[in-house]
């Protein structure tokens, strides 16, 4: 691949890892005012949180330890 190519899927995998995290957050803020389910966040957030995982994203790991044990 040549190197513009390459600038451009990182440039498009952190544009989809920052949208990925809003999803996260706004997920938080639909379970914190008691408008979905604790099982409602998990199934919406699991795999968005395995995509951040393999993307090596610390947040990501940081939010599903937090996620583990509540």
Not at 16 to 44: C, M, S
Request: hydrophobic fraction near 35%; charge should be negative; charged fraction near 35%.
């Amino acid at each position: 691949m040549c190197k513009e190519g390459s600038e451009i899927l990182r440039d498009v995998q952190e544009d989809l890892t920052d949208l990925v995290k809003q999803f996260i957050k706004f997920a938080d803020v639909l379970l914190h005012e008691g408008r979905i389910t604790r099982e409602q966040y998990e199934n919406l957030t699991r795999t968005k949180i395995e995509f951040l995982n393999r993307s090596n994203d610390k947040t990501a790991q940081e939010k599903l330890l937090e996620i583990m044990t509540k």
